[in-house]
Nanobody, 124 residues
Framework: QVQLEESGGGLVQAGGSLRLSCAASGRFFTKYAMGWFRQAPGREREFVAAISWSGSTTYYADSVKGRFTISRDNFENSVYLQMNSLKPEDTAVYLC?????????????????WGQGTQVTVSS
């Protein structure tokens, strides 16, 4: 069992930056690949970024590539999402998720555990 809690969301102007954190509790955090997803009102949950259990492999959605960076600290049981050059279309609730098998990283259905999310609002 893994519990996830996101933090770091807020209101920022376009072009600004935010750093999201996801703290994990429970056993065997290092066995899980981690992902960040986002969901805007009326829209489906959208893949943002993913990172392997070791941190050596990362994936990004095309819409955030070059602007967002995912990282993890297995000693701190945490995963992070550094978001730069934010755009109004990045506005959404951002959720972190843990996946033991990681066989289809963009698909939210493959993830085993989810946090409650943190709101990110980017004003124009």
């Amino acid at each position: 069992q893994v519990q996830l809690e996101e933090s770091g969301g807020g209101l920022v102007q376009a072009g600004g930056s935010l750093r999201l954190s996801c703290a994990a509790s429970g056993r065997f955090f290092t066995k899980y690949a981690m992902g960040w997803f986002r969901q805007a009102p009326g829209r489906e949950r959208e893949f943002v970024a993913a990172i392997s259990w070791s941190g050596s492999t990362t994936y990004y959605a095309d819409s955030v590539k070059g602007r967002f960076t995912i990282s993890r600290d297995n000693f701190e049981n945490s995963v992070y999402l550094q978001m730069n050059s934010l755009k109004p279309e990045d506005t959404a609730v951002y959720l972190c998720a843990a996946d033991l098998t990681w066989d289809d990283y963009p698909d939210p259905a493959t993830y085993d555990y989810w946090g409650q999310g943190t709101q990110v609002t980017v004003s124009s």
